[in-house]
């Protein structure tokens, strides 16, 4: 897996001032180019050291961002119901409008803006699609996939609940606890997703399979088949991460949200049974990362900023306060409740 350099990392996001070449003179970035990913990514595999002075923040495009994200929002709500009523998925604009606005969002590597606009509203079920995309999309470029395969896990990232578009809205909106049958039937949206999917013209059957796999849990003890490790295919697995997160993260019909260390703590306790640990990790690793000179607010009411990350506890940051230095490793009664945006 791939993993950046801090130094590289800052890069991201950011417009070069200049055209970057290669030590063998073969141009890298092109000026006024938006550094992503994968030019970081070429510039640490290519030894290129870039001043910060030559870069320069561009604001106006992660709240570009932010909007994509909101307009597509509403695209997503309308592309979902005609799938309810014609149970057909119109690939081509998913590919054409959608997807690409998802890699335009998780481009930025701005992990915080890219949560913040991601958090869901009013909307979830619409909004969590389009999450777990660009989640998913994130966590394909930290590992390395090829363009190709990146473009097939966010489609399929995009529509891996795509089968609760034949689960009744009374189940779907219920408040409160689902009754046993209840649940029963909302665990089938699975089937339902893979049923549709696998008659899609264009669409993979390993895409088809995220949706039926997603809640399968490396120990066995997921749905519908109680599938085990391998037998998970890995965008079944990289979407299973996504999802819990986005889930515990955002407001829910029938939960509030987590304080952001619970969620990130359950993962890191899930990672050694029911998630995959390596990508699990590898997710909590470069999210704190990219945390690192964030506001913070801790359990405890009080403000500060990450500072310094252990890379053997990754959710135990060194924070900066008025008054001093908290190491959250050693406050074990402490954690991080909310991201300041």
Do not use: C
């Not at 050694?272 to 405890?300: H, N």
């Amino acid at each position: 897996m791939n993993t950046l350099d801090q130094s590289v990392r800052d890069l991201i996001g950011k417009k070069s001032s200049l055209d970057i070449y290669s030590n063998d003179g073969i141009l890298l970035v092109p000026a006024l180019d938006i550094i992503t990913y994968d030019h970081a990514l070429l510039l640490q595999q290519e030894g290129i050291s870039v001043d910060l002075g030559a870069v320069e923040d561009v604001e106006v495009n992660v709240k570009g961002h932010a909007e994509i994200i909101d307009e597509t929002v509403n695209e997503v709500r309308d592309l979902f119901g005609g799938i309810r009523k014609s149970r057909k998925i119109p690939l081509a604009r998913i590919r054409e409008e959608i997807v690409p606005n998802i890699h335009l969002a998780s481009e930025s590597y701005q992990v915080l803006k890219l949560f913040t606009a991601l958090q869901a509203k009013d909307d979830y079920t619409y909004r969590h699609n389009i999450a777990v995309g660009a989640i998913s999309n994130l966590i394909g470029k930290w590992i390395g996939l090829p363009e190709q395969e990146l473009l097939q896990l966010t489609t399929a990232a995009l529509l891996h609940d795509v089968g609760k578009m034949l689960v009744s809205r009374e189940i779907l909106n219920k408040p409160g606890q689902l009754s046993d049958e209840e649940f029963e039937e909302m665990k089938r949206h699975t089937i339902y997703g893979y049923e549709i999917l696998k008659e899609t013209l264009g669409i993979s059957h390993r895409q088809a399979l995220v949706a039926l796999q997603h809640h399968e849990r490396m120990d066995g003890s997921g749905y519908p088949f109680n599938l085990r490790r391998e037998e998970i295919d890995l965008f079944s697995r990289i979407v299973a991460v996504a999802d819990v997160f986005h889930a515990m993260s955002s407001n829910r019909v029938y939960q509030d949200r987590s304080p952001f260390y619970a969620v990130l703590e359950e993962m890191e306790r899930e990672m050694f049974a029911k998630l995959d640990p390596e990508i699990t990790y590898l997710f909590i690793e470069q999210t704190m990362y990219s945390l690192i000179g964030s506001k913070v607010l801790l359990t405890d009411g009080r403000e500060g900023s990450i500072v310094l990350v252990p890379g053997n506890d990754p959710t135990k940051p060194l924070v900066k306060l008025e008054s001093g230095f908290i190491n959250l490793r050693m406050e074990k009664s402490l954690g991080i409740d909310q991201i300041i945006p």
